[in-house]
Each structure stands twice: as C-alpha cells, then as structure tokens.
C-alpha cells in the first residue's frame, strides 16, 4: 500500500525559508511524477510544484524564482525548498504521486508565514 509522509510545515516570517519533505513508500518510485499541492480552506487545491523521473520541472506562477522542487529516488523523496515566503504562501501543503490515472497524496502538512 502506498503511504506518502510529508514533513516540515512550520511557522515562517514573511522573507524566511522553509524546506518541505515528503518520503514514498509502497510505490515504485522512480516511475511516478512527484508534486507539491496546497489548499487554503473554501479554495481549490492548486499545483505548487511538479517534478517527472527525468527532472523535469513544472511550477505555479504564484512561486515561480522562489520555491525550488527536487528529488532523491534513492531515498524516495521529494523536497520543496520555499525561499522568501508570503503571507499568501499559507496553506495546508500536500504531497502527490501521479503515475497516468494512479494518483497518490499525502496527509498534508501546514505552513503558516506570518510576523
């Protein structure tokens, strides 16, 4: 069964940095396109982040030049490095695996950037 575990949501200033991780299990993970989402309560869930098996990367136009995705498929993991926060950056962060119609996600984990 697959199982993704997100870590690393925190209270942030506006400015400061925070690194979001999200390690697979149950999946083979070198196959799967690998994304951050979020969703702030009453609004849809939006693509943050997208990275393929290759390398390739996808990004809102929101965090574009400031949020960075990588991956590790050693370590079946997902990194979001979240660089000069916002306010408007707060949201419930969920990971996600999505092979063709397969599509996996996390529990989620929160960010709130407030001073």
């Known amino acids: 069964q697959a199982h993704l575990v997100e870590s690393g949501g925190d209270l942030v200033q506006p400015g400061g940095s925070l690194r979001l991780s999200c390690v697979a299990s149950g999946i083979i993970f070198g196959r799967y396109v690998m994304g951050w989402y979020r969703q702030i309560p009453g609004k849809q869930r939006e693509l943050v982040a997208a990275?393929?098996?290759?390398?390739?990367?996808t990004y809102g136009d929101s965090v574009k030049g400031r949020f960075t995705i990588s991956r590790d498929n050693w370590k079946n993991m997902v990194v979001l490095q979240m660089n000069e926060v916002k306010p408007e950056d707060t949201a419930i962060y969920y990971c996600?695996?999505?092979?063709?119609?397969?599509?996996?996600w996390g529990q989620g984990t929160q960010v709130t950037v407030s001073s």
């Open positions: 990275i393929t098996s290759g390398g390739n990367t």
């Open positions: 996600n695996a999505r092979l063709f119609r397969t599509v996996k």
